[in-house]
């Protein structure tokens, strides 16, 4: 995705979690759950997600914040999801963002992986369709 707001400015809103609430349609909420402090490496978030009409909880941890890169990791018994961002500069001062998810099924769960795969693309479609705008907006801030 290319946005012309600033690459630093988009890793500095997408370090926070919390505002996935805002661009991700799978997130019903998600709040700081650690002492709160500036936004690093081990940082917590309590994430409910809407997944094929159903309520998950997650929590999730910022793993990586290196340069360009964030990472996150949220589990819950039965699933860990790893998110991805990779925020680079672009040539004409504003960003290209690459977001991955790596989502892995625990115990039974892993036999429905393949039927959910489709459901996990729409989502990604969704995000991709909805995280502009809202990247785009912090430029104009």
Request: proline share 5%; glycine share 10%; with cysteine.
């Amino acid at each position: 995705m290319t946005v012309s707001t600033p690459a630093e400015t988009v890793l500095g809103y997408l370090a926070d979690f919390g505002h996935s609430e805002v661009w991700d349609p799978g997130t019903k909420s998600c709040t700081r759950s650690d002492d709160g402090g500036p936004i690093g490496i081990g940082a917590t978030w309590h994430k409910v997600s809407l997944f094929n009409g159903r309520e998950s909880e997650l929590t999730c941890t910022l793993v990586d914040r290196t340069g360009s890169r964030l990472a996150f990791v949220g589990e819950n018994p039965t699933i860990m999801a790893t998110d991805e961002l990779l925020v680079e500069p672009a040539d004409d001062g504003g960003s290209v963002v690459t977001y991955r998810t790596e989502v892995r099924f625990k115990g039974l769960l892993k036999l429905a992986a393949l039927f959910l795969r489709r459901e996990f693309e729409r989502i990604g479609d969704e995000v991709e369709r909805t995280l502009p705008p809202v990247l785009e907006r912090l430029g104009r801030a």
